[in-house]
């Protein structure tokens, strides 16, 4: 079984429905990341969590929430999901700031 | 403000051939410095790591090396093979609260049978 789980791995969707997309771990790291992807713009940070009780937004979190269920639980929504925000999800994990990302396999959302 | 560079943005070489992945960052004060595979479509695969204490990192035909002071990376691949082809990504942590990864744009490698 993957160390980082990412629910879907596509999901097809409709501008203005309400997504969730669901991250879980079984590394035990506390730190959690949701990056998107985009063609020629690379990997970008949209919110991170260090713990249970701790979230933070990060470049571009404008359209997104995140809930930190639990230490291995890190779910990203789209309220009102609008077409530019079809692109490719990560979910990524780390124990310390020295300490490699571990990365899922991605979710690749389509917002019609 | 951290900045990912890499070049070459495309290869293609025959199998066999050795090559090498050029990285470049803009802050040296990074605790390490990551390099991903990815396929099309596909996630992202963590290849190597190398702490800012070392200078190279290996795994089989891999060998990642580190040079902070010139803010250089490189990945070498030996004797490259056909499976080698993908997109290969280094990434340095943003020395900020967030320690995000700062990925390159990413080298597209297509090895030739």
């Known amino acids: 079984d993957a160390d980082v789980t990412q629910t879907p791995r596509n999901r097809i969707t409709k501008t203005g429905k309400r997504i969730m997309l669901e991250c879980s771990q079984t590394?035990?790291?506390?730190?959690m990341y949701w990056y998107r992807q985009d063609p020629g713009l690379g990997l970008r940070l949209i919110y991170y969590?260090?713990?249970?009780?701790?979230?933070n937004k990060g470049e571009i979190s404008d359209g997104y929430s995140v809930s930190r269920q639990a230490q291995a639980k890190f779910s990203l929504s789209l309220e009102s999901a609008i077409p530019n925000q079809t692109a490719l999800y990560f979910c990524?994990?780390?124990?310390?700031?020295?300490?490699?990302?571990?990365f899922g396999d991605g979710t690749r959302l389509s917002i019609l | 403000k951290q900045e990912v560079t890499q070049i070459p943005a495309a290869l293609s070489v025959p199998e066999g051939e050795n090559l090498v992945l050029n990285c470049s960052f803009t802050?040296?004060?990074?605790?390490?410095l990551q390099w991903f595979r990815q396929d099309p479509g596909k996630g992202l695969t963590s290849l190597l790591l190398?702490?800012?204490?070392?200078r190279e990192q290996t795994s089989g035909r891999l060998n990642a090396s580190l040079d902070k002071s010139s803010g250089r990376s490189t990945l070498y691949i030996a004797a490259s093979q056909p499976g080698d082809s993908a997109t290969y990504l280094c990434?340095?942590?943003?020395?900020?609260?967030?320690?995000?990864?700062?990925f390159g744009s990413g080298t597209r490698l297509l090895v030739r049978p």
């Open positions: 190398i702490q800012s204490s070392q």
């Open positions: 802050d040296s004060a990074i605790y390490n």
């Open positions: 590394k035990g790291h506390d730190r």
């Open positions: 969590s260090f713990d249970v009780k701790d979230i």
């Open positions: 990524a994990t780390s124990a310390l700031q020295d300490q490699p990302q571990h």
């Open positions: 990434a340095a942590p943003a020395m900020d609260s967030s320690y995000k990864l700062i």
